[in-house]
């Protein structure tokens, strides 16, 4: 009975560990960009970010297959929505005139 609700929250905890590891990314991206330090910046980020990518994945897996894939796929859901939503206008201006927009 548990089952169902247990794949639900774990993708529901993949998909809010997605959009904080590509937020941020693109935070890191943003700030570390015009910094004086960049390397620094983004060191820092993808070590942070991988640290708690893997601590959420290991707690929400808890030894079983189904949830560590519910909480991959939320991952991977997330990652989808970031890469449409901090696409530049170019490409988004590009893609609507392929599609036949104004």
């Known amino acids: ?56 994945f290991y707690f929400t897996g808890r030894g079983d297959w189904h949830r560590l894939l519910a909480c991959l796929i939320g991952f991977l859901l997330a990652r989808t929505l970031a890469t449409r939503l901090t696409r530049a206008p170019s490409e988004k201006r590009g893609q609507i005139m392929k599609a036949g927009g104004p």
């Open 1 to 56: 009975m548990h089952e169902p609700t247990n794949l639900v929250l774990a993708l529901l905890a993949g998909t809010f560990l997605g959009a904080t590891f590509f937020g941020g990314l693109w935070w890191t991206i943003r700030r570390g960009v015009p910094s004086k330090i960049p390397a620094l910046w983004f060191l820092g980020s993808i070590l942070l970010r991988t640290v708690i990518a893997v601590t959420v």
